[in-house]
Each structure stands twice: as C-alpha cells, then as structure tokens.
T-cell receptor, first 113, second 110 residues
Framework: DAGVIQSPRHEVTEMGQEVTLRCKPISGHNSLFWYRQTMMRGLELLIYFNNNVPIDDSGMPEDRFSAKMPNASFSTLKIQPSEPRDSAVYFC???????????FGPGTRLTVL | SQQGEEDPQALSIQEGENATMNCSYKTSINNLQWYRQNSGRGLVHLILIRSNEREKHSGRLRVTLDTSKKSSSLLITASRAADTASYFCATDSSSYKLIFGSGTRLLVRP
C-alpha cells in the first residue's frame, strides 16, 4: 500500500495568494482528517470527513480555510487568501471505520511570505 | 486545549539505554495511543492501549496506563540511534477525535 499521499510537499507563496493542498487517503479508509502542526500550538485537528461528508470542522481557523472531499480517494484543503500566520506543516491522515489508528501522510510544509 | 501533556519535553540518552516518556491527560478516555514523528515526516502509529488495559508490549516498546492517575508511560528498551524522534501521546475525546500532546523529543546518542 502506498500510504497517505500529500502534495505538494513544500509550498512557498506570498500573502494574499490562494493555496491548495491535496491528499489521497489509503484505499478503503472511510475517515479522513486534516491537521495543522506548529511549534506554538502543536498538532491541531482542522476538519474530519467520514464517508466523504464533513462531520466536524470546528477546528477550521476561519472562513479563509475550506476543505472538500469530492470522492473517497481525494481531498483538498484550500486557504484563500493566505496569511503569514498560516505558515505550518499540514498533515492529512486516514483511518478505517473499525480502527482507532490514524495513518498520516508526509505533510505539506507551507510558508507564506 | 491539549488533552495530553508529555514529560519530559526533551530527553537525551546513550544508545543501549532505556528511554521513558510520560503522558498525563485530563478527562476520561476510551483509549490512548502513542505516535512517533521523525524530523520532517508524518506521525507513525506505535501502539494503542485501551482504558481497560494496564500494560501492553510491542517489540522493544512497553506502554502502561493508569486511569486513576490519568497517566501513561512509554518505555523504549535498548534504544538505538534510529529511535531519535519526537513521541506523542494521543487521547480520544470522542469516537474519532484524537487530541495530541506537545511531544517528547528523544535524542539517542551513538
């Protein structure tokens, strides 16, 4: 199994630009999570999808953040417009319905100048 | 707010020694998990212990759970340089939501 795939691995953009992060979960997993990791706040859950439906988006910082899961094998996290404080590593993770274990992707390191 | 807090924040040991990391949490849980994160990588699941279990082993890893004290410990025996990483405990505040601690940075010196 290829594991959770994220792209791009690194993104450098300027303030005000739109940023789109992509995730392909492990095949057969029906739960998908987006996390953000920073030195100050640690690892935070942004949004949780189950069977492609957003169940909990209480961690999404503000309206500038949006996430979609159009099908079971693809999800996006979009930031528009981006701000320097959005600089962080963004992780996607997936799990199967009968498991508490989450499998993480390698992350996208976002730098907003 | 963070549910789990690891102690110590950083730990440096010699290869071959044992490493012990502790995690404390605030509310009741169904299970507690430990994850490892190598520098620049995603988190990797190590072990899960359920609330009705007191101890669990996996290879060189030993995890204990004391629900009365709301604490867990992760012991890595006979450490290797490759064990150098950050270690996080994660507790479930709901059926799907994991709350991660701030992590322990472990350095194993060759």
């Amino acid at each position: 199994d290829a594991g959770v795939i994220q792209s791009p691995r690194h993104e450098v953009t300027e303030m005000g630009q739109e940023v789109t992060l992509r995730c392909k979960p492990i095949s057969g997993h029906n739960s998908l999570f987006w996390y953000r990791q920073t030195m100050m706040r640690g690892l935070e859950l942004l949004i949780y999808f189950n069977n492609n439906v957003p169940i909990d988006d209480s961690g999404m910082p503000e309206d500038r953040f949006s996430a979609k899961m159009p099908n079971a094998s693809f999800s996006t996290l979009k930031i528009q417009p981006s701000e320097p404080r959005d600089s962080a590593v963004y992780f996607c993770a997936s799990s199967s319905g009968d498991s508490d274990t989450q499998y993480f992707g390698p992350g996208t390191r976002l730098t907003v100048l | 707010s963070q549910q789990g807090e690891e102690d110590p924040q950083a730990l440096s040991i010699q290869e071959g020694e044992n490493a012990t990391m502790n995690c404390s949490y605030k509310t009741s849980i169904n299970n507690l998990q430990w994850y490892r994160q190598n520098s620049g990588r995603g988190l990797v699941h190590l072990i899960l212990i359920r609330s009705n279990e007191r101890e669990k082993h996996s290879g060189r890893l030993r995890v204990t759970l004391d629900t009365s004290k709301k604490s867990s410990s992760l012991l890595i025996t006979a450490s290797r340089a490759a064990d150098t990483a950050s270690y996080f405990c994660a507790t479930d505040s709901s059926s799907y939501k994991l709350i991660f601690g701030s992590g322990t940075r472990l350095l194993v010196r060759p």
